[in-house]
């Protein structure tokens, strides 16, 4: 099935630069580096790592990091940018890596990409280590529960409300924004917490951050008014007991 990603290749790496766009650079990266760095992984693995931004600033900071993602472009962009990193093209529902490879597990915005979640969640928890941790972050589900219309507007263009509706229904929708078409899934919060509690994983970290304060203000008023983004981190247990 088409997402679009492929066409929307090179708009996406031009669009992502090394700063990222304003969701990542003024809500997502603070928190996601944080958390990432929070127990001193010393391998982790981006699931859909796209030109592979988030994997370089993780390997700054001293970690060995893997990224996958099933876009050949964007694989073939991160190995430009970054040549001793290994980069895979794959799919999350198959990652190519043994069970216990990785202290850390990053889906940085991949999971409304991926068609089968049922599938993908548990193969993120398998190649963890016991007591790694798979870090989320994703777009909230009240955000894209928004009737594919996304702001309405009044007659001089100023942003009313975001509305929600039919949440509880999962769905696929393609969304375009500067340059870019890709499909998205939208799944209801307790899609992901049911699949995440079922690979016997430990919520330990939930967040749904704001901008940050060097945001433009305007720009970030927006994302103050509805629920944009969650983080949340999950720890693979040292034991499973059946």
Not at 1 to 30: C, H, P, T
Not at 40 to 60: H, I, N, S, Y
Not at 170 to 182: D, K, L, P, Q, T
């Given at each position: 099935?088409d ?5 929307s ?6 669009d992502m630069?090394?700063?990222g ?5 003024y809500?997502?990266?603070?928190v996601?580096?944080?958390r990432a ?5 010393r391998?982790?693995l981006?699931v859909g790592?796209g ?10 900071h ?7 993602d099933?876009?050949q ?8 940018r970054d040549t ?6 794959g ?8 069970n216990?490879?990785?202290d850390l ?11 089968n979640?049922?599938?993908a969640?548990?193969?993120?928890a ?10 989320i972050a994703?777009l909230?589900?009240f ?19 975001y509305?929600?509706d039919?949440y509880?229904?999962e ?12 499909r ?9 917490m049911?699949i995440l509690?079922d690979?016997?994983l430990?919520?330990?970290?939930f ?11 305007e720009?970030?008023a ?6 944009w983004?969650?983080?949340m ?6 034991l499973?007991?059946?």
């Amino acid at each position: 099935m088409d997402n679009g990603w492929q066409a929307s290749a090179n708009a996406w790496i031009a669009d992502m630069g090394e700063e990222g766009d304003f969701g990542r650079r003024y809500v997502l990266d603070r928190v996601m580096l944080q958390r990432a760095l929070a127990r001193a992984p010393r391998t982790a693995l981006d699931v859909g790592c796209g030109e592979g931004r988030f994997c370089r600033m993780l390997k700054q900071h001293g970690i060995e990091v893997a990224g996958v993602d099933p876009t050949q472009e964007l694989i073939e962009a991160a190995r430009a940018r970054d040549t001793d990193t290994v980069y895979l093209d794959g799919i999350a529902e198959r990652l190519p890596f043994h069970n216990h490879t990785f202290d850390l597990v990053i889906s940085y915005l991949s999971l409304i990409g991926i068609p089968n979640i049922e599938e993908a969640i548990p193969e993120m928890a398998r190649v963890l280590v016991p007591g790694g941790t798979l870090l989320i972050a994703n777009l909230n589900g009240f955000n894209t529960a928004c009737c594919d219309t996304g702001w309405i507007k009044d007659g001089a263009g100023r942003r009313i409300y975001y509305p929600i509706d039919n949440y509880l229904e999962e769905r696929s929708m393609w969304v375009a924004y500067r340059g870019i078409r890709v499909r998205n899934h939208h799944r209801p919060i307790s899609a992901y917490m049911r699949i995440l509690l079922d690979a016997r994983l430990r919520l330990s970290y939930f967040d749904e951050p704001l901008p940050s304060a060097d945001a433009p203000i305007e720009k970030a008023a927006n994302y103050r008014r509805v629920p944009w983004f969650l983080v949340m981190e999950w720890v693979k247990p040292t034991l499973v007991v059946d």
